[in-house]
Protein backbone atom coordinates (compact mmCIF):
# COMPACT_ATOMS: atom_id res chain seq x y z
CA UNK A 1 0.00 0.00 0.00
CA UNK A 2 1.03 3.75 -0.77
CA UNK A 3 1.18 6.44 1.83
CA UNK A 4 1.49 10.08 0.65
CA UNK A 5 4.98 10.62 2.06
CA UNK A 6 6.10 8.04 -0.60
CA UNK A 7 5.44 10.33 -4.04
CA UNK A 8 7.75 13.08 -4.04
CA UNK A 9 6.94 15.62 -6.55
CA UNK A 10 4.00 14.75 -7.27
CA UNK A 11 1.42 17.77 -7.09
CA UNK A 12 3.37 20.07 -8.89
CA UNK A 13 1.33 19.43 -12.49
CA UNK A 14 -1.91 18.37 -10.42
CA UNK A 15 -2.53 22.61 -9.45
CA UNK A 16 -1.58 23.81 -12.91
CA UNK A 17 -5.10 23.89 -14.58
CA UNK A 18 -6.38 27.49 -15.12
CA UNK A 19 -9.67 27.21 -13.71
CA UNK A 20 -7.80 25.40 -10.72
CA UNK A 21 -5.45 28.12 -9.66
CA UNK A 22 -7.08 31.76 -11.25
CA UNK A 23 -10.36 31.52 -12.36
CA UNK A 24 -12.85 33.22 -9.38
CA UNK A 25 -16.85 32.11 -10.24
CA UNK A 26 -19.52 34.20 -8.49
CA UNK A 27 -23.00 35.72 -8.87
CA UNK A 28 -24.17 39.72 -9.10
CA UNK A 29 -27.14 40.56 -8.44
CA UNK A 30 -26.80 44.38 -8.79
CA UNK A 31 -28.74 45.53 -11.54
CA UNK A 32 -27.08 46.63 -14.64
CA UNK A 33 -26.95 50.91 -14.27
CA UNK A 34 -25.50 49.81 -10.62
CA UNK A 35 -22.97 46.61 -11.05
CA UNK A 36 -19.15 47.35 -11.83
CA UNK A 37 -17.68 45.12 -14.49
CA UNK A 38 -14.89 45.19 -16.47
CA UNK A 39 -16.72 43.59 -19.40
CA UNK A 40 -20.71 42.86 -19.51
CA UNK A 41 -22.06 39.79 -21.87
CA UNK A 42 -25.54 40.57 -23.14
CA UNK A 43 -27.50 38.44 -25.75
CA UNK A 44 -29.38 39.61 -28.77
CA UNK A 45 -31.55 37.71 -31.39
CA UNK A 46 -31.71 38.39 -35.04
CA UNK A 47 -34.06 40.53 -36.50
CA UNK A 48 -32.84 43.07 -34.12
CA UNK A 49 -34.58 42.09 -31.07
CA UNK A 50 -32.77 42.38 -27.95
CA UNK A 51 -32.61 40.44 -24.47
CA UNK A 52 -34.09 42.12 -21.93
CA UNK A 53 -29.99 43.06 -20.55
CA UNK A 54 -29.28 44.27 -24.12
CA UNK A 55 -32.47 46.63 -24.14
CA UNK A 56 -31.28 47.88 -20.57
CA UNK A 57 -27.69 47.98 -21.86
CA UNK A 58 -28.95 50.06 -25.09
CA UNK A 59 -30.75 52.13 -23.13
CA UNK A 60 -28.36 53.34 -20.88
CA UNK A 61 -25.61 53.67 -24.03
CA UNK A 62 -28.03 56.01 -26.30
CA UNK A 63 -28.95 53.23 -28.69
CA UNK A 64 -26.01 51.91 -29.09
CA UNK A 65 -26.33 48.27 -29.63
CA UNK A 66 -29.53 49.26 -31.92
CA UNK A 67 -27.03 51.71 -34.13
CA UNK A 68 -23.93 48.43 -34.59
CA UNK A 69 -27.17 46.37 -35.51
CA UNK A 70 -28.57 48.85 -37.89
CA UNK A 71 -25.17 49.51 -39.31
CA UNK A 72 -24.49 45.74 -40.05
CA UNK A 73 -21.64 45.03 -37.39
CA UNK A 74 -23.66 42.20 -35.74
CA UNK A 75 -26.93 40.09 -37.12
CA UNK A 76 -27.77 38.08 -34.41
CA UNK A 77 -26.36 34.60 -35.70
CA UNK A 78 -26.25 31.93 -33.31
CA UNK A 79 -22.42 32.27 -31.57
CA UNK A 80 -21.60 35.57 -33.44
CA UNK A 81 -19.76 37.69 -31.24
CA UNK A 82 -18.90 41.22 -31.13
CA UNK A 83 -16.54 42.88 -28.69
CA UNK A 84 -17.05 46.83 -27.72
CA UNK A 85 -13.60 47.86 -26.11
CA UNK A 86 -15.61 51.25 -24.59
CA UNK A 87 -18.88 52.17 -23.72
CA UNK A 88 -20.12 55.81 -22.84
CA UNK A 89 -20.87 54.82 -19.47
CA UNK A 90 -18.83 54.70 -16.14
CA UNK A 91 -19.95 51.10 -14.45
CA UNK A 92 -18.72 48.86 -17.37
CA UNK A 93 -15.96 48.89 -19.29
CA UNK A 94 -16.95 46.59 -21.94
CA UNK A 95 -19.28 44.73 -23.37
CA UNK A 96 -19.64 41.34 -25.72
CA UNK A 97 -22.89 41.06 -27.83
CA UNK A 98 -23.45 37.62 -28.53
CA UNK A 99 -25.79 36.23 -31.42
CA UNK A 100 -28.57 33.39 -30.10
CA UNK A 101 -30.29 32.84 -33.59
CA UNK A 102 -34.00 33.39 -34.43
CA UNK A 103 -35.85 34.14 -31.38
CA UNK A 104 -37.93 31.09 -29.77
CA UNK A 105 -35.29 28.56 -32.35
CA UNK A 106 -32.74 28.09 -30.22
CA UNK A 107 -31.31 24.91 -28.59
CA UNK A 108 -28.81 23.65 -26.23
CA UNK A 109 -26.37 22.36 -28.35
CA UNK A 110 -26.48 26.12 -29.81
CA UNK A 111 -26.36 27.77 -26.72
CA UNK A 112 -23.60 25.98 -25.62
CA UNK A 113 -21.85 26.97 -29.27
CA UNK A 114 -22.67 30.32 -28.54
CA UNK A 115 -20.73 30.20 -24.87
CA UNK A 116 -17.92 28.60 -26.33
CA UNK A 117 -17.26 31.36 -29.02
CA UNK A 118 -18.02 33.99 -26.44
CA UNK A 119 -14.88 31.78 -24.26
CA UNK A 120 -12.77 32.17 -27.47
CA UNK A 121 -13.31 36.27 -27.44
CA UNK A 122 -12.99 36.33 -24.06
CA UNK A 123 -9.25 34.31 -23.82
CA UNK A 124 -7.87 36.25 -26.69
CA UNK A 125 -8.82 39.66 -25.27
CA UNK A 126 -7.36 41.27 -22.14
CA UNK A 127 -10.53 41.76 -19.90
CA UNK A 128 -9.76 40.70 -16.89
CA UNK A 129 -13.33 39.66 -15.30
CA UNK A 130 -16.59 39.86 -17.25
CA UNK A 131 -20.37 39.64 -16.33
CA UNK A 132 -22.77 37.21 -18.16
CA UNK A 133 -25.97 38.81 -18.00
CA UNK A 134 -27.34 35.76 -19.98
CA UNK A 135 -30.07 33.78 -18.01
CA UNK A 136 -32.78 35.88 -19.36
CA UNK A 137 -32.06 34.11 -22.95
CA UNK A 138 -34.81 32.18 -24.33
CA UNK A 139 -34.13 28.59 -24.43
CA UNK A 140 -37.30 25.83 -24.30
CA UNK A 141 -36.58 23.40 -21.70
CA UNK A 142 -34.08 25.51 -19.84
CA UNK A 143 -33.85 26.98 -16.24
CA UNK A 144 -31.56 29.66 -14.46
CA UNK A 145 -29.71 26.91 -13.50
CA UNK A 146 -28.85 25.24 -16.70
CA UNK A 147 -27.85 28.14 -18.18
CA UNK A 148 -25.85 29.07 -15.16
CA UNK A 149 -24.21 25.77 -15.21
CA UNK A 150 -23.32 25.67 -18.88
CA UNK A 151 -21.73 29.48 -18.95
CA UNK A 152 -19.19 28.28 -15.94
CA UNK A 153 -18.72 24.75 -17.43
CA UNK A 154 -18.39 25.91 -21.28
CA UNK A 155 -16.01 28.82 -20.26
CA UNK A 156 -14.40 27.68 -17.96
CA UNK A 157 -13.55 24.63 -20.29
CA UNK A 158 -13.20 26.85 -23.20
CA UNK A 159 -10.20 28.64 -20.92
CA UNK A 160 -8.36 25.13 -20.52
CA UNK A 161 -4.39 25.87 -21.43
CA UNK A 162 -1.94 22.91 -21.09
CA UNK A 163 1.01 24.39 -19.76
CA UNK A 164 2.78 21.12 -17.94
CA UNK A 165 5.38 20.36 -20.18
CA UNK A 166 5.49 23.84 -22.40
CA UNK A 167 6.65 27.55 -22.27
CA UNK A 168 3.07 29.88 -22.58
CA UNK A 169 3.67 32.99 -23.22
CA UNK A 170 0.82 34.47 -24.00
CA UNK A 171 -1.13 33.50 -19.99
CA UNK A 172 -5.41 34.29 -20.35
CA UNK A 173 -6.02 37.84 -18.53
CA UNK A 174 -9.52 36.52 -17.15
CA UNK A 175 -9.58 35.49 -14.11
CA UNK A 176 -13.11 36.30 -12.49
CA UNK A 177 -16.48 35.44 -14.17
CA UNK A 178 -19.69 36.24 -12.67
CA UNK A 179 -23.26 35.59 -13.33
CA UNK A 180 -25.60 38.37 -13.16
CA UNK A 181 -29.45 37.58 -11.97
CA UNK A 182 -32.27 38.81 -10.44
CA UNK A 183 -34.01 38.36 -7.03
CA UNK A 184 -36.27 35.74 -8.33
CA UNK A 185 -33.47 33.66 -9.80
CA UNK A 186 -31.17 33.74 -7.51
CA UNK A 187 -30.90 30.77 -5.80
CA UNK A 188 -31.36 28.93 -9.49
CA UNK A 189 -28.23 30.79 -10.72
CA UNK A 190 -26.83 29.68 -7.00
CA UNK A 191 -27.09 25.87 -7.82
CA UNK A 192 -26.14 26.15 -11.32
CA UNK A 193 -22.58 28.35 -10.46
CA UNK A 194 -21.98 24.96 -8.12
CA UNK A 195 -22.66 22.76 -10.50
CA UNK A 196 -20.89 24.73 -13.51
CA UNK A 197 -17.83 25.16 -11.26
CA UNK A 198 -17.77 21.44 -9.83
CA UNK A 199 -17.72 20.12 -13.65
CA UNK A 200 -15.53 22.65 -14.82
CA UNK A 201 -12.82 21.61 -12.15
CA UNK A 202 -13.39 18.08 -13.09
CA UNK A 203 -12.96 18.41 -16.41
CA UNK A 204 -9.86 20.70 -15.74
CA UNK A 205 -8.36 17.65 -14.05
CA UNK A 206 -9.23 14.53 -16.43
CA UNK A 207 -7.82 16.90 -19.52
CA UNK A 208 -4.66 17.98 -17.35
CA UNK A 209 -4.06 14.31 -16.53
CA UNK A 210 -4.87 12.80 -19.80
CA UNK A 211 -2.38 15.24 -22.20
CA UNK A 212 -0.14 14.17 -20.20
CA UNK A 213 2.81 12.02 -22.06
CA UNK A 214 2.99 8.81 -20.83
CA UNK A 215 6.68 9.15 -19.70
CA UNK A 216 5.36 11.31 -16.74
CA UNK A 217 1.62 9.87 -16.53
CA UNK A 218 3.12 6.50 -15.31
CA UNK A 219 0.21 4.03 -13.50
CA UNK A 220 2.29 4.90 -10.39
CA UNK A 221 1.62 8.68 -11.34
CA UNK A 222 -1.90 8.24 -11.75
CA UNK A 223 -2.24 6.58 -8.28
CA UNK A 224 -0.05 9.24 -6.36
CA UNK A 225 -2.81 12.17 -8.72
CA UNK A 226 -5.63 9.80 -6.92
CA UNK A 227 -4.14 10.00 -3.50
CA UNK A 228 -3.87 13.82 -3.71
CA UNK A 229 -7.14 14.04 -4.50
CA UNK A 230 -8.27 11.73 -1.70
CA UNK A 231 -5.82 13.89 0.70
CA UNK A 232 -7.92 17.24 -0.94
CA UNK A 233 -11.64 15.58 0.67
CA UNK A 234 -12.43 14.53 4.24
CA UNK A 235 -14.98 11.75 2.23
CA UNK A 236 -12.64 10.63 -0.21
CA UNK A 237 -10.51 7.78 0.72
CA UNK A 238 -7.93 6.00 -1.56
CA UNK A 239 -6.47 2.53 -1.64
CA UNK A 240 -3.56 1.20 -4.07
CA UNK A 241 -3.87 -2.29 -4.50
CA UNK A 242 -0.02 -3.40 -5.64
CA UNK A 243 0.61 -6.05 -8.75
CA UNK A 244 1.27 -8.37 -5.33
CA UNK A 245 -2.41 -7.92 -3.85
CA UNK A 246 -3.74 -8.33 -7.55
CA UNK A 247 -1.91 -11.90 -7.88
CA UNK A 248 -3.20 -12.68 -4.60
CA UNK A 249 -6.94 -12.09 -5.98
CA UNK A 250 -6.15 -13.93 -8.77
CA UNK A 251 -6.04 -11.19 -11.36
CA UNK A 252 -4.52 -13.34 -13.64
CA UNK A 253 -5.69 -11.38 -16.81
CA UNK A 254 -5.03 -7.82 -15.78
CA UNK A 255 -1.48 -9.25 -14.71
CA UNK A 256 -0.57 -10.66 -18.39
CA UNK A 257 -1.08 -6.86 -19.58
CA UNK A 258 1.18 -5.59 -17.31
CA UNK A 259 3.83 -8.12 -17.35
CA UNK A 260 5.23 -6.61 -20.88
CA UNK A 261 5.98 -3.34 -19.09
CA UNK A 262 8.88 -2.17 -16.78
CA UNK A 263 6.16 0.00 -14.86
CA UNK A 264 4.08 -1.57 -12.44
CA UNK A 265 0.27 -1.45 -12.88
CA UNK A 266 -1.79 -0.11 -10.01
CA UNK A 267 -5.57 -0.83 -9.32
CA UNK A 268 -6.08 2.50 -7.53
CA UNK A 269 -9.47 2.19 -5.77
CA UNK A 270 -11.07 5.46 -4.35
CA UNK A 271 -14.24 5.42 -1.83
CA UNK A 272 -16.80 8.52 -1.43
CA UNK A 273 -19.15 8.46 1.36
CA UNK A 274 -21.43 11.18 1.01
CA UNK A 275 -24.72 8.66 2.14
CA UNK A 276 -25.15 6.44 4.90
CA UNK A 277 -23.21 3.20 5.56
CA UNK A 278 -25.75 0.69 4.24
CA UNK A 279 -27.07 3.36 0.62
CA UNK A 280 -25.03 0.87 -2.08
CA UNK A 281 -22.83 2.64 -4.03
CA UNK A 282 -22.41 3.97 -7.25
CA UNK A 283 -19.12 2.46 -9.39
CA UNK A 284 -17.66 3.91 -11.57
CA UNK A 285 -15.01 2.26 -13.58
CA UNK A 286 -12.08 4.03 -15.99
CA UNK A 287 -9.84 2.43 -18.62
CA UNK A 288 -6.61 3.65 -17.50
CA UNK A 289 -3.80 2.25 -20.01
CA UNK A 290 -1.26 4.99 -19.51
CA UNK A 291 0.40 4.23 -22.57
CA UNK A 292 -1.08 1.40 -25.39
CA UNK A 293 1.28 0.72 -27.96
CA UNK A 294 -0.23 -2.62 -28.79
CA UNK A 295 2.06 -5.47 -27.02
CA UNK A 296 3.29 -8.08 -29.38
CA UNK A 297 0.27 -7.28 -31.69
CA UNK A 298 2.16 -3.87 -32.05
CA UNK A 299 -0.18 -0.75 -33.72
CA UNK A 300 1.71 0.96 -36.67
CA UNK A 301 3.60 3.77 -35.95
CA UNK A 302 1.50 6.84 -37.34
CA UNK A 303 -0.71 8.49 -34.66
CA UNK A 304 0.55 6.16 -32.28
CA UNK A 305 1.53 9.16 -29.74
CA UNK A 306 -1.89 9.16 -28.98
CA UNK A 307 -2.30 6.07 -27.44
CA UNK A 308 -1.01 7.86 -24.33
CA UNK A 309 -4.80 8.85 -24.00
CA UNK A 310 -5.66 5.32 -23.70
CA UNK A 311 -5.90 6.20 -19.24
CA UNK A 312 -9.02 8.95 -20.34
CA UNK A 313 -11.84 6.66 -18.55
CA UNK A 314 -8.94 6.18 -15.47
CA UNK A 315 -8.72 10.45 -15.51
CA UNK A 316 -12.76 10.88 -15.70
CA UNK A 317 -13.33 8.68 -13.20
CA UNK A 318 -11.06 11.65 -10.91
CA UNK A 319 -12.21 14.22 -12.57
CA UNK A 320 -16.05 12.71 -11.52
CA UNK A 321 -15.00 12.21 -8.20
CA UNK A 322 -13.51 15.78 -8.02
CA UNK A 323 -16.69 17.09 -9.21
CA UNK A 324 -18.76 14.82 -7.09
CA UNK A 325 -16.88 15.79 -3.89
CA UNK A 326 -17.06 19.60 -4.51
CA UNK A 327 -21.07 19.10 -4.64
CA UNK A 328 -20.94 17.15 -1.76
CA UNK A 329 -23.40 14.87 -3.46
CA UNK A 330 -25.62 12.30 -0.94
CA UNK A 331 -24.68 10.03 -2.44
CA UNK A 332 -21.79 6.99 -2.05
CA UNK A 333 -19.76 6.74 -5.21
CA UNK A 334 -16.86 4.13 -5.52
CA UNK A 335 -14.40 5.24 -8.72
CA UNK A 336 -11.78 1.90 -9.57
CA UNK A 337 -8.89 2.23 -11.52
CA UNK A 338 -7.23 -0.27 -13.61
CA UNK A 339 -3.64 1.29 -14.67
CA UNK A 340 -1.15 -0.50 -16.86
CA UNK A 341 1.17 -0.26 -20.06
CA UNK A 342 0.67 -2.38 -22.86
CA UNK A 343 4.06 -2.63 -24.43
CA UNK A 344 5.87 -5.02 -26.38
CA UNK A 345 8.69 -7.32 -24.24
CA UNK A 346 10.11 -10.42 -23.62
CA UNK A 347 7.83 -11.10 -21.14
CA UNK A 348 4.74 -9.87 -22.62
CA UNK A 349 1.76 -11.55 -23.79
CA UNK A 350 2.02 -13.65 -26.89
CA UNK A 351 -0.80 -14.16 -29.77
CA UNK A 352 -2.11 -17.84 -28.57
CA UNK A 353 -1.41 -17.38 -24.94
CA UNK A 354 -4.39 -18.31 -22.48
CA UNK A 355 -4.70 -16.52 -19.04
CA UNK A 356 -6.61 -17.04 -16.36
CA UNK A 357 -9.15 -14.38 -15.04
CA UNK A 358 -10.39 -13.64 -11.47
CA UNK A 359 -13.83 -14.94 -12.24
CA UNK A 360 -12.32 -18.00 -13.20
CA UNK A 361 -13.14 -18.08 -16.98
CA UNK A 362 -9.68 -19.09 -19.09
CA UNK A 363 -9.24 -16.03 -22.20
CA UNK A 364 -7.24 -16.97 -25.28
CA UNK A 365 -5.27 -13.69 -26.23
CA UNK A 366 -5.46 -13.76 -30.18
CA UNK A 367 -4.46 -9.73 -29.99
CA UNK A 368 -2.57 -8.49 -27.62
CA UNK A 369 -3.71 -5.15 -28.61
CA UNK A 370 -7.63 -6.06 -27.15
CA UNK A 371 -5.64 -5.10 -23.88
CA UNK A 372 -8.07 -2.71 -22.43
CA UNK A 373 -11.59 -5.55 -21.99
CA UNK A 374 -7.95 -7.95 -20.33
CA UNK A 375 -7.40 -5.43 -17.29
CA UNK A 376 -11.29 -4.35 -17.12
CA UNK A 377 -12.45 -8.04 -16.59
CA UNK A 378 -10.88 -8.40 -13.26
CA UNK A 379 -11.84 -4.78 -12.44
CA UNK A 380 -15.62 -5.79 -13.44
CA UNK A 381 -15.43 -8.98 -11.21
CA UNK A 382 -13.39 -6.75 -7.84
CA UNK A 383 -16.27 -4.37 -8.48
CA UNK A 384 -19.25 -6.80 -7.07
CA UNK A 385 -17.23 -7.03 -3.55
CA UNK A 386 -18.86 -3.34 -2.98
CA UNK A 387 -22.35 -4.88 -3.32
CA UNK A 388 -22.71 -2.01 -6.10
CA UNK A 389 -26.20 -0.24 -6.72
CA UNK A 390 -24.61 -0.35 -10.33
CA UNK A 391 -21.58 -0.03 -12.02
CA UNK A 392 -20.84 2.49 -14.85
CA UNK A 393 -17.51 1.68 -17.02
CA UNK A 394 -15.80 4.02 -18.98
CA UNK A 395 -12.86 3.02 -21.64
CA UNK A 396 -11.11 3.97 -24.91
CA UNK A 397 -11.82 0.69 -25.95
CA UNK A 398 -12.19 0.35 -29.61
CA UNK A 399 -10.93 1.72 -32.66
CA UNK A 400 -14.53 0.23 -34.01
CA UNK A 401 -16.86 2.30 -32.03
CA UNK A 402 -14.96 5.44 -33.97
CA UNK A 403 -15.69 3.74 -37.28
CA UNK A 404 -19.30 2.98 -35.93
CA UNK A 405 -20.21 6.42 -34.70
CA UNK A 406 -17.75 8.88 -35.48
CA UNK A 407 -16.17 11.21 -32.79
CA UNK A 408 -19.90 12.62 -31.75
CA UNK A 409 -21.20 10.46 -29.22
CA UNK A 410 -19.95 7.78 -27.00
CA UNK A 411 -21.43 4.13 -27.50
CA UNK A 412 -23.64 3.09 -24.64
CA UNK A 413 -24.02 -0.97 -23.94
CA UNK A 414 -25.58 -1.86 -21.20
CA UNK A 415 -27.50 -5.08 -19.36
CA UNK A 416 -30.17 -2.80 -18.02
CA UNK A 417 -32.85 -0.48 -19.81
CA UNK A 418 -33.47 1.85 -16.76
CA UNK A 419 -29.39 2.36 -16.45
CA UNK A 420 -29.50 2.81 -19.80
CA UNK A 421 -32.11 5.16 -20.37
CA UNK A 422 -31.13 7.33 -17.18
CA UNK A 423 -27.50 8.08 -18.60
CA UNK A 424 -29.43 8.78 -22.37
CA UNK A 425 -31.16 11.18 -20.14
CA UNK A 426 -28.52 12.55 -18.18
CA UNK A 427 -26.66 13.02 -21.57
CA UNK A 428 -29.41 15.49 -22.85
CA UNK A 429 -29.27 17.59 -20.06
CA UNK A 430 -25.57 17.78 -19.90
CA UNK A 431 -24.88 18.03 -24.13
CA UNK A 432 -22.37 15.15 -23.81
CA UNK A 433 -23.79 12.81 -26.38
CA UNK A 434 -24.01 9.01 -26.26
CA UNK A 435 -25.54 6.38 -28.32
CA UNK A 436 -26.64 2.92 -27.72
CA UNK A 437 -25.51 -0.31 -29.03
CA UNK A 438 -26.85 -3.90 -28.60
CA UNK A 439 -25.22 -6.13 -26.71
CA UNK A 440 -27.46 -9.08 -28.24
CA UNK A 441 -26.42 -13.02 -27.42
CA UNK A 442 -25.82 -13.56 -31.08
CA UNK A 443 -22.78 -11.67 -31.02
CA UNK A 444 -21.28 -14.02 -28.35
CA UNK A 445 -20.49 -16.63 -31.22
CA UNK A 446 -17.59 -14.60 -32.14
CA UNK A 447 -16.33 -15.26 -28.74
CA UNK A 448 -15.64 -18.61 -29.25
CA UNK A 449 -12.09 -20.44 -28.78
CA UNK A 450 -11.16 -23.73 -29.22
CA UNK A 451 -8.85 -23.63 -26.49
CA UNK A 452 -10.45 -21.36 -23.64
CA UNK A 453 -13.42 -20.01 -22.10
CA UNK A 454 -13.06 -17.11 -24.31
CA UNK A 455 -11.60 -15.28 -26.85
CA UNK A 456 -10.02 -11.64 -26.24
CA UNK A 457 -11.10 -10.74 -30.03
CA UNK A 458 -14.12 -10.96 -31.83
CA UNK A 459 -12.64 -10.78 -35.45
CA UNK A 460 -13.58 -8.00 -38.08
CA UNK A 461 -17.02 -7.35 -37.86
CA UNK A 462 -19.09 -5.11 -34.92
CA UNK A 463 -15.04 -4.72 -32.86
CA UNK A 464 -16.99 -2.47 -30.46
CA UNK A 465 -20.16 -4.51 -29.65
CA UNK A 466 -18.12 -7.59 -28.98
CA UNK A 467 -15.71 -5.82 -26.83
CA UNK A 468 -18.72 -4.89 -25.18
CA UNK A 469 -19.85 -8.27 -24.69
CA UNK A 470 -16.89 -9.82 -23.90
CA UNK A 471 -17.26 -7.54 -20.43
CA UNK A 472 -20.86 -8.62 -20.16
CA UNK A 473 -19.55 -11.70 -19.37
CA UNK A 474 -18.36 -10.70 -16.33
CA UNK A 475 -20.93 -8.31 -14.85
CA UNK A 476 -23.62 -10.58 -15.14
CA UNK A 477 -23.96 -9.92 -11.26
CA UNK A 478 -25.35 -6.63 -11.50
CA UNK A 479 -26.58 -3.30 -13.31
CA UNK A 480 -24.06 -2.60 -15.76
CA UNK A 481 -23.49 0.09 -18.38
CA UNK A 482 -20.32 0.52 -19.97
CA UNK A 483 -19.71 4.12 -22.19
CA UNK A 484 -17.27 3.42 -25.24
CA UNK A 485 -15.51 6.94 -25.11
CA UNK A 486 -12.98 6.06 -28.00
CA UNK A 487 -14.56 9.14 -30.37
CA UNK A 488 -14.85 11.18 -27.32
CA UNK A 489 -12.29 11.58 -24.80
CA UNK A 490 -9.80 13.28 -26.96
CA UNK A 491 -9.67 15.28 -30.28
CA UNK A 492 -7.43 14.32 -32.97
CA UNK A 493 -5.65 16.73 -35.63
CA UNK A 494 -3.89 20.52 -35.22
CA UNK A 495 -6.52 20.54 -32.33
CA UNK A 496 -5.13 18.11 -30.51
CA UNK A 497 -6.12 17.51 -27.20
CA UNK A 498 -8.39 15.73 -24.22
CA UNK A 499 -12.04 16.70 -24.32
CA UNK A 500 -12.72 16.22 -20.50
CA UNK A 501 -15.25 13.85 -22.29
CA UNK A 502 -17.98 12.11 -20.40
CA UNK A 503 -17.45 13.90 -16.74
CA UNK A 504 -20.18 16.00 -17.45
CA UNK A 505 -22.41 13.46 -18.75
CA UNK A 506 -21.43 11.55 -15.54
CA UNK A 507 -21.43 13.88 -13.06
CA UNK A 508 -25.06 15.02 -14.21
CA UNK A 509 -26.26 11.41 -13.99
CA UNK A 510 -24.57 11.72 -10.07
CA UNK A 511 -26.18 15.09 -9.73
CA UNK A 512 -29.58 13.42 -10.67
CA UNK A 513 -29.29 10.26 -8.66
CA UNK A 514 -28.26 12.51 -5.79
CA UNK A 515 -31.59 14.50 -5.79
CA UNK A 516 -34.32 11.92 -6.94
N1 LIG B 1 -6.99 1.61 -26.99
C1 LIG B 1 -7.34 0.86 -28.15
C2 LIG B 1 -8.61 1.38 -28.82
C3 LIG B 1 -8.49 2.66 -29.60
C4 LIG B 1 -7.89 2.67 -30.84
C5 LIG B 1 -9.02 3.82 -29.10
C6 LIG B 1 -7.81 3.85 -31.55
C7 LIG B 1 -8.96 4.99 -29.83
C8 LIG B 1 -8.34 5.01 -31.06
C9 LIG B 1 -7.58 -0.58 -27.78
O1 LIG B 1 -6.78 -1.09 -26.77
C10 LIG B 1 -7.29 -1.39 -29.01
O2 LIG B 1 -6.17 -1.41 -29.41
N2 LIG B 1 -8.30 -2.01 -29.56
C11 LIG B 1 -8.16 -2.77 -30.76
C12 LIG B 1 -9.01 -4.00 -30.63
C13 LIG B 1 -8.77 -5.00 -31.71
C14 LIG B 1 -7.38 -5.57 -31.58
C15 LIG B 1 -9.80 -6.09 -31.59
C16 LIG B 1 -8.61 -1.89 -31.91
O3 LIG B 1 -9.55 -1.11 -31.77
O4 LIG B 1 -7.95 -1.95 -32.95
MN1 LIG C 1 -4.94 -1.86 -27.56
ZN1 LIG D 1 -6.05 0.26 -25.43
Redesign the pocket.
Known sequence: MYNLGDCPARDALYFTTHTDTAMDYSIESLSLDKLQSDCLLVGIYENQQLSPAATAIDGLCDGLISKLIARGDIKGKTAETLLINNLPIDNIQRLIVVGFGEHGKLTRKQFRKAMAATGKVLKDSKVKSATAALLDIDLAHADAQWLARQIVEVVGDGLYQYTSTKQCDDTVALQALSIHCTEANKALAEAGLQQGIAIAHGMALTKQLADLPGNICTPTYLAEQALVLAGQHENLSCDILEESDMAALGMGSFLSVSRGSRQPAKLICLEYKGSDADSKPIVIVGKG?TF?A?GI?LKPGAGMD??KY?MCGGASVLGILRAATMLNLKLNIVGLIPSSENLPDGDANKPGDIVTSMAGKTIEIL?T????RLILCDTLTYAAKYNPDVVIDMA?????C?VALGRVPSGLFGNDDKLCNDLLNASETACDLLWRMPIWDEYAEQLKSNFADLAN?GGPDG?SITAAVFLSKFTEKYRWAHLDI?GTAWRTGANKGATGRPVALLSQYLIDRATA
Open positions: LDGSEMDNDAEGTLTGAIIGA
